[in-house]
Structure formats: C-alpha cells, structure tokens
C-alpha cells in the first residue's frame, strides 16, 4: 500500500501565500511522478502542476508565476508553494504520485485525501 498525506491548507487573504506539503509513504519502490491537482466546487478536477522524477516541471496557465513545486526525493515530499493567491484558487487541493508499489511492481496512480484552500478577505 501507499499512502498520500497532505498539509498545509488553510484560509488566507488574496495576495498571501500558502504552502502544502505531500508526503508518501509505504510500499514504495519508484515514484515517477507527484504533483498537485485541485477541485473547485461544481467543477472537474485539474491539474496545477506536476513533477516527474526525470526532471521538469508543469503548470496550469492559471498558475504560472505564482505557484511553485518543488520535491525532496530523500523525503518522498512535494510542495507546492502558492503565492499572490486569488479567490479563484478556492479549492481542495489533492496530492498525486504514479508509484511502483513494492507489492504489485506495476505503476499506480495514488491520490491524497485532500487539504481545503480558502482564499478570501
């Protein structure tokens, strides 16, 4: 099993900052890729960035210049770091790893339980 543990969301005023965390743990044996999605109430989820093991990273336009990823392979973390936040970043905010499980030796596609972002004065 693998497990997804997310922090670090939270309420904040448009123009703060916030920053999560995603930790993954368990039957790991490669990680190809973590990133971040969020879902917004009456909408799909998306994705707001990701990085692969390979290098790289990705951003949602929406987010580009503001949001940063950043990853501690010794750690199995990701971080997304939010700047200028907007209330149209007001949403819960999943973590995702395509993982090689020790147990089945064969990608998966992991989520988090989720960390609520409310951006509002």
């Known amino acids: 099993q693998v497990q997804l543990v997310e922090s670090g969301g939270g309420l904040v005023q448009p123009g703060g900052s916030l920053r999560l965390s995603c930790a993954a743990s368990g039957s790991i044996s490669t990680i190809y890729v973590m990133g971040w999605y969020r879902q917004a109430p009456g909408t799909q989820r998306e994705l707001v960035a990701n990085i692969p093991s390979g290098g790289g990273t990705n951003y949602a336009d929406s987010v580009k210049g503001r949001f940063t990823i950043s990853r501690d392979k010794t750690k199995n973390t990701v971080y997304l770091q939010m700047n200028s936040l907007k209330p149209e970043d007001t949403a819960v905010y999943y973590c995702?790893?395509?993982?090689?499980?020790?147990?089945?030796?064969?990608?998966?596609?992991?989520w988090g339980q989720g960390t609520r972002v409310t951006v509002s004065s």
């Open positions: 995702n790893a395509v993982v090689i499980s020790t147990a089945t030796m064969s990608p998966g596609d992991y």
